[in-house]
């Protein structure tokens, strides 16, 4: 129980952290008067002032803060600034105020690469050999033999066996240049994939099997780049099918996270930074709905501010706040919810 807290309040506080730095960082880039950076919530425990900005920790460790000027009040009121100050948030161009916002979600993507990188450099990266070759097939015919490993489908970089099979499945009856490596050399192959006549794929008759090994630094960095985007475009496509009604939503809250969180820290801390990449990812798309107080929200109404060509009112403000927070509300609830159920049926099982 101990080590499930505390590792999920290190994961979590990582990745508000790491959001909260890309508002800062941009925020103070674009020329906005940041009057706090803070980690945790609740009562200070601890300040300092430097250039301009109060840095703080707080007694509630879960999550991290920026308060800028224009936007947010500060606690002493000392501390504010004039409403028509050129370092206010609100005085600021949309799109000083639309990187600021977005800077976000971006470092989560950044942080998300980087942890991935760490991880592969430490266990190696996957590679795709051919494990068998069936003889008057595509492949054979081609000269691949067992043993080789690929490395570019179709004039592009192969990271993983499931690229491997998308480019393949994905060319049926069109020629492609797949690069493998034997002995130390790297041999070209030009292949034609023939068609499935039940699902109409590519095929080329091989038996592929992936196998992990260690890699250069530069190489393990284009993995992490290729996986992120792999994780990330995989929970939007997800978000779309359950948005549709193609598939029914499973969304984990926060008392699931914090089991799986605890889960995989006893797997390891390479588990754990691999789970912790992951959640970066998908927080950080998840910032970007476009809901009221979610980055995206923000984002939503800053554009409507651009077309419109004057900002929502202080009134119109507040009340797609409150909107985006009950929102994010229900969906917390139904979160939590559904984690309560999963562990009552796990408790009974």
């Given at each position: 129980m101990l080590l499930t807290l505390l590792s999920?309040?290190?994961?979590?506080?990582?990745?508000?952290?790491?959001?909260?730095?890309?508002?800062?960082?941009?925020?103070?880039?674009?020329?906005?008067?940041?009057?706090?950076?803070?980690?945790?919530?609740?009562?200070?425990?601890?300040?300092?002032?430097?250039?301009?900005?109060?840095?703080?920790?707080?007694?509630?460790?879960?999550?991290?803060?920026v308060k800028f000027a224009g936007l947010d009040r500060p606690e002493d009121p000392a501390e504010d600034i004039p409403e028509n100050d050129p370092a206010s948030f609100r005085n600021k161009p949309i799109w000083a105020r639309i990187a600021t916002v977005l800077a976000g979600p971006l470092m989560n993507f950044i942080a998300a690469v980087v942890i991935f990188a760490v991880v592969f450099i430490a266990i190696g990266v996957p590679a795709t050999m051919i494990k068998d070759v069936e003889p008057g097939r595509p492949a054979a015919a081609a000269g691949m033999l067992p043993g080789d490993r690929?490395?570019?489908?179709?004039?592009?970089?192969?990271?993983?066996?499931?690229?491997?099979?998308?480019?393949?499945?994905?060319?049926?009856?069109?020629?492609?240049?797949?690069?493998?490596?034997?002995?130390?050399?790297?041999?070209?192959?030009?292949?034609?994939?023939?068609?499935?006549?039940?699902?109409?794929?590519?095929?080329?008759?091989?038996?592929?099997?992936?196998?992990?090994?260690?890699?250069?630094?530069?190489?393990?960095?284009?993995?992490?780049?290729?996986?992120?985007?792999?994780?990330?475009?995989?929970?939007?496509?997800?978000?779309?099918?359950m948005a549709t009604g193609r598939m029914k939503p499973d969304v984990a809250g926060p008392i699931g996270i914090a089991q799986m969180v605890g889960q995989t820290a006893r797997l390891g801390l390479t588990n754990l930074l691999f789970l912790t990449a992951v959640l970066n990812v998908n927080l950080g798309i998840l910032n970007l709905l476009p809901i009221p107080i979610l980055d995206g929200g923000w984002i939503i109404m800053l554009l409507f501010e651009a077309i419109r060509r004057r900002p929502l009112t202080e009134s119109q403000e507040t009340l797609a706040r409150l909107i985006g927070l009950a929102v994010i509300g229900l969906i917390i609830l139904f979160a939590t919810a559904s984690d309560i159920a999963r562990l009552s049926s796990g408790l009974r099982g």
């Open positions: 999920f309040i290190l994961v979590f506080s990582l990745f508000a952290f790491v959001h909260e730095l890309g508002h800062f960082v941009a925020g103070r880039a674009c020329g906005i008067k940041v009057l706090e950076f803070s980690i945790g919530f609740g009562p200070r425990f601890f300040k300092t002032k430097r250039g301009g900005v109060i840095y703080s920790l707080r007694l509630l460790p879960l999550g991290a803060f690929i490395v570019e489908v179709a004039g592009r970089p192969a990271r993983g066996i499931g690229e491997v099979r998308e480019r393949i499945m994905s060319s049926p009856g069109r020629e492609i240049m797949v690069v493998v490596e034997r002995d130390g050399r790297r041999v070209p192959l030009r292949i034609t994939p023939e068609r499935d006549p039940s699902t109409g794929s590519g095929l080329i008759g091989v038996t592929l099997q992936e196998v992990w090994g260690p890699a250069p630094v530069r190489e393990s960095l284009a993995y992490a780049w290729s996986f992120t985007r792999s994780v990330a475009s995989g929970l939007v496509r997800a978000l779309a099918r």
